[in-house]
């Protein structure tokens, strides 16, 4: 669609551009008297590198460390600087919540798990999963996993090269992690970089089918315990 042939939506983006720099100006001001991570650009320069975006923001990175970027409804800072990554992550964890923006966002593929909550529920969840990933057989389990799935990414491209094709390496990286990840948590190789499975509904089916597996085995484990117990 020709956005100069659509009078309406031209009037929005010009509209929105407009607050945008607008609120930039403000900014500026206020930022001569608080100290405020500079302004590398706005979402509108994200929309102009769109087909490079990854090295868009990485050269951002590379030049600011720390920096934000604007657009008209909310606005974001981006961090590589290590010691801001402690602090957020670790030093000041409580106060760098995922909010409800990500919780929506999250929510269909990750429910209310570790990684899409805050607070009592984030909490809940950490002491469940420090059972489990406090054992030196878990430790050694993931470690060869890891192993195994960074071998297998790294034959992939191995022949991606040989063949002279391109690859999204991020995707296959992204990948490689949820196959890792999901073998430990689930003792089941999900295969994402082989298979290519992309659809929400068949990681959920799967995720369903693995629980009430494990819900039964514990249900005949329990019956047997009281068989052998009363006798």
């Not at 509209?15 to 930022?31: D, E």
């Not at 402690?86 to 966002?105: Q, V």
């Not at 269909?108 to 002491?127: N, P, T």
């Not at 959920?204 to 819900?215: A, E, G, L």
């Amino acid at each position: 669609m020709d956005i100069l042939s659509n009078p309406v939506l031209f009037l929005a983006l010009a509209l929105a551009l407009a607050l945008t720099l607008f609120t930039i100006q403000i900014l500026r001001k206020y930022q001569a008297k608080k100290k405020y991570p500079p302004v590398a650009g706005t979402i509108f320069n994200q929309l102009l590198n769109f087909k490079r975006l990854h090295h868009y923001m990485t050269d951002l990175a590379a030049k600011y460390t720390t920096y934000r970027l604007l657009s008209p409804f909310r606005h974001e800072i981006y961090t590589s600087d290590p010691v801001n990554v402690e602090y957020i992550l670790k030093t000041n964890f409580e106060n760098y919540g995922k909010g409800s923006y990500n919780h929506n966002i999250l929510k269909d593929l990750l429910g209310d798990g570790i990684f899409a909550v805050d607070g009592e529920k984030w909490r809940q969840q950490r002491k469940i999963s420090s059972y489990e990933f406090s054992t030196k057989v878990l430790r050694d389990f993931s470690s060869l996993i890891f192993g195994k799935n960074a071998a297998k990414l790294a034959k992939i491209l191995s022949e991606v090269a040989a063949t002279n094709q391109t690859i999204d390496i991020q995707d296959m990286s992204m990948k490689a992690i949820l196959d890792s990840m999901f073998q430990v948590a689930f003792g089941v190789e999900l295969d994402s970089m082989c298979s290519m499975k992309k659809k929400i509904k068949i990681i959920n089916d799967f995720v369903f089918k693995i629980i009430r597996k494990k819900i039964a085995l514990m249900e005949s484990s329990k019956d047997k315990s009281l068989v052998s117990g009363t006798s």
